[in-house]
């Protein structure tokens, strides 16, 4: 078959085409179940109901939020998935307000706050996010500072960071490690791997993702969603080049103005190279010029 079978699931478009349509719900309520852990628990998901994905603003100035997926379950516990391809800062924040924004909408001006219902935000993160924590699966929640157990369950963050993921195929042992792979990987298989035979929901996600099946239009539209994204990561790469050229070029004439003041208290030459990092040939350059 060759490379270029599947489409990578980590675009808008396709994200949503996976986990976003009702025709294979169950797809998503696996995905939930499995990466929230609660797969044989009581708290598991049997059924989500798919609701609209635009949050209007509540006031003319307010932020207006579209969420790639927003679901609910028959308790009317709210899931929200996000996927995020390019590093954000403070994506964990704005996930937290959609949650914050989320509750702020259940209630009625004299309806008690005991009707409140969880938000549960799952977000798929194209990057690393926390550095200091090396699994890339981490679960956030209000907890008992003293014994660590959750305390006021009404929002739950769950990130995965799939910067962090690097399992081979042959490497995949849990449903979280299939989906992970299933999500940074699919894109570069000929194939459904065989280690996914026995995982309906996956195998389900990879003929949602087989372009085979699509139609023309739906093949064009993707790829140019795939030259768009390529040329939004060249130029935020030459950005960030242009960003550090400036920053090396600011810290040079820092070093040379350091350089000029030690030159003009008599300070040794070989003195100034050792603090500033500067060559003795670029100090003799500076010299020459006082």
Same mark, same amino acid.
Request: net charge negative; charged share 25%; aromatic share 10%.
């Given at each position: 078959?060759?490379?270029?079978?599947?489409?990578?699931?980590?675009?808008?478009?396709?994200?949503?085409?996976? !986990?976003?349509?009702?025709?294979?719900? $169950?797809?998503?309520?696996? !995905?939930?179940?499995?990466?929230?852990?609660?797969?044989?628990?009581?708290?598991? @998901?049997?059924?989500?109901?798919?609701?609209? $994905?635009?949050?209007?603003?509540?006031?003319?100035?307010?932020?207006?939020?579209?969420?790639?997926?927003?679901?609910?379950?028959?308790?009317?516990?709210?899931?929200?998935?996000?996927?995020?391809?390019?590093?954000?800062?403070?994506?964990?924040?704005?996930?937290?307000?959609?949650?914050?924004?989320?509750?702020?909408?259940?209630? $009625?001006?004299?309806?008690?706050?005991?009707?409140?219902?969880?938000?549960?935000?799952?977000?798929?993160?194209?990057?690393? =996010?926390? &550095?200091?924590?090396?699994?890339?699966?981490?679960?956030?929640?209000?907890?008992?500072?003293?014994?660590?157990?959750?305390?006021?369950?009404?929002?739950?963050?769950? @990130?995965?960071?799939?910067?962090?993921?690097?399992?081979?195929?042959?490497?995949?042992?849990?449903?979280?490690?299939?989906?992970?792979?299933?999500?940074?990987?699919?894109?570069?298989?000929?194939? @459904?791997?065989?280690?996914?035979?026995?995982?309906?929901?996956?195998?389900?996600?990879?003929?949602? =993702?087989?372009?085979?099946?699509?139609? &023309?239009?739906?093949?064009?539209?993707?790829?140019?969603?795939?030259?768009?994204?390529?040329?939004?990561?060249?130029?935020? =790469?030459?950005?960030?080049?242009?960003?550090?050229?400036? !920053?090396? $070029?600011?810290?040079?004439?820092?070093?040379?103005?350091?350089?000029?003041?030690?030159?003009?208290?008599?300070?040794?030459?070989?003195?100034?190279?050792?603090?500033?990092?500067?060559?003795?040939?670029?100090?003799?350059?500076?010299?020459?010029?006082?």
């Amino acid at each position: 078959m060759g490379k270029n079978v599947f489409a990578t699931p980590l675009l808008d478009s396709t994200f949503k085409l996976v !986990f976003g349509e009702k025709k294979h719900k $169950q797809v998503t309520i696996d !995905f939930l179940n499995d990466l929230l852990e609660r797969t044989g628990q009581l708290n598991e @998901i049997k059924d989500i109901y798919f609701m609209h $994905q635009e949050l209007a603003a509540r006031r003319f100035d307010d932020k207006k939020s579209i969420l790639d997926i927003n679901c609910t379950d028959a308790q009317n516990h709210q899931f929200i998935i996000e996927i995020q391809r390019r590093s954000e800062d403070f994506f964990d924040y704005r996930l937290f307000y959609y949650a914050a924004s989320l509750l702020s909408r259940q209630l $009625q001006e004299t309806d008690p706050y005991s009707q409140l219902k969880p938000v549960i935000i799952l977000g798929i993160l194209n990057f690393k =996010l926390y &550095p200091d924590f090396d699994e890339p699966v981490s679960h956030h929640m209000m907890c008992n500072m003293s014994t660590g157990k959750q305390s006021i369950p009404l929002v739950e963050l769950h @990130i995965v960071e799939l910067g962090k993921f690097n399992k081979k195929v042959d490497q995949l042992m849990t449903h979280i490690d299939k989906w992970l792979f299933f999500l940074k990987q699919a894109h570069d298989q000929d194939a @459904i791997p065989a280690v996914y035979h026995d995982f309906p929901a996956i195998c389900t996600a990879f003929d949602v =993702l087989a372009r085979w099946n699509w139609k &023309p239009e739906q093949v064009a539209a993707y790829d140019q969603e795939i030259m768009s994204f390529q040329i939004e990561i060249t130029q935020e =790469l030459a950005r960030i080049q242009k960003l550090h050229e400036n !920053f090396d $070029q600011g810290a040079r004439q820092e070093k040379e103005r350091i350089a000029i003041n030690m030159l003009m208290k008599k300070i040794s030459m070989q003195d100034i190279a050792d603090i500033t990092g500067l060559s003795m040939q670029a100090i003799q350059a500076l010299s020459s010029k006082l």
